[in-house]
């Protein structure tokens, strides 16, 4: 059973900065691509960054030069690391592999 866990979230002032970790456990072979997602209320879920297996990442538009994605020393975790936060930034944070999602962890970031 692969299971991905987020933690880090939580309420912050705008231009504040936060760091999210997910941590995976269970069997993955190889080092794999690791994904950040976010939800808004009332919105869908979208892309915000990625990491491969080279370690070249991906970051959407709208996080590009706030929000940085790296993996920790150990390979089953990945981190995402957001600073300058916005008021549009506030949603529901998820890291994805593998056909696997975790259950969120809730950025809120206050005007």
């Known amino acids: 059973q692969v299971q991905l866990v987020e933690s880090g979230g939580g309420l912050v002032q705008a231009g504040g900065s936060l760091s999210l970790s997910c941590t995976v456990s269970g069997k993955i072979l190889g080092i794999n691509s690791r994904y950040w997602y976010r939800q808004a209320p009332g919105k869908e879920r979208e892309f915000v960054a990625s990491?491969?297996?080279?370690?070249?990442?991906v970051l959407a538009d709208s996080v590009k030069g706030r929000f940085a994605i790296s993996r920790g020393t150990a390979e089953n975790t990945v981190y995402l690391e957001m600073r300058s936060l916005k008021p549009e930034d506030r949603a529901v944070y998820y890291c994805y592999l593998k056909g696997f999602w975790g259950r969120g962890t809730q950025v809120t970031v206050s005007s």
């Open positions: 990491i491969d297996s080279s370690g070249t990442t």
